[in-house]
């Protein structure tokens, strides 16, 4: 199994040559399924969105195709994904897009579907793939509670360390060192915390972190 788990998505070169090393081929003939699932709940600006969509564009793909698996049925989706090489997974709230996983049925098929794509993730779309959504942001978990009656902190668990996105970031004040040093106290789990200008490359359980930026490892 093939994944890129990015704070910030493609923000730097060296990410972008992780990527298209585990895809195996050129961007001019990669395609790519983009699932915004998880940014679909979330208030204000969406600027940050629009960049990752740009960063995207600027690979000159043979195909970016955007494919939101809550507001498709499987028969629509699901081959739309089937045609891709990455499956490219937003930020967002990770209790909305697990939830979507889920509820799709995307979650049972990805095992069979990542023996031949790469999973891609930015932020929520890389905390998903912990061993729970132990990590997500506490504020993000109880909007969510509040206001979709959903309280559950089951992740897909394809890798079993966990990511912890957008390290030293100016809109995500609790990712600092003291305050995850607390907190890996809780779980004996390694953690990857990683800066928005780092990501990790993971090929079969083996991780090489790509960096261009600052990161930690915790346990």
Request: hydrophobic share 40%.
């Amino acid at each position: 199994m093939k994944l890129l788990l990015t704070s910030n998505g493609l923000s730097n070169q060296s990410i972008v040559k992780a990527l298209f090393d585990l895809v195996e081929k050129p961007a001019s003939e990669t395609s790519i399924a983009f699932i915004p699932t998880a940014m679909n709940v979330g208030t204000g600006d969406k600027e940050w969105f629009i960049n990752d969509l740009s960063n995207l564009k600027k690979q000159e793909l043979k195909n970016i195709d955007i494919v939101d698996i809550s507001a498709l049925p499987k028969e629509i989706w699901l081959p739309r994904i089937e045609a891709s090489d990455v499956l490219f997974f937003s930020g967002g709230n990770s209790f909305h897009l697990m939830r979507w996983l889920n509820e799709s049925g995307l979650t049972e098929l990805l095992p069979e579907l990542l023996k031949t794509r790469v999973y891609a993730g930015i932020s929520a779309g890389s905390m998903v793939t912990n061993p729970t959504l132990f990590l997500s942001s506490k504020d993000k978990r109880i909007y969510y509670e509040e206001n979709f009656d959903y309280n559950n902190d089951k992740a897909l668990g394809l890798v079993n360390f966990y990511v912890r996105p957008h390290f030293n970031s100016l809109d995500f004040p609790q990712a600092r060192k003291n305050n995850l040093e607390k907190v890996a106290k809780e779980i004996s789990e390694t953690i990857y915390v990683l800066d928005d200008e780092s990501a990790l490359k993971v090929i079969d359980g083996e991780v090489e972190v790509v960096s261009e930026g600052k990161w930690l490892v915790f346990n």
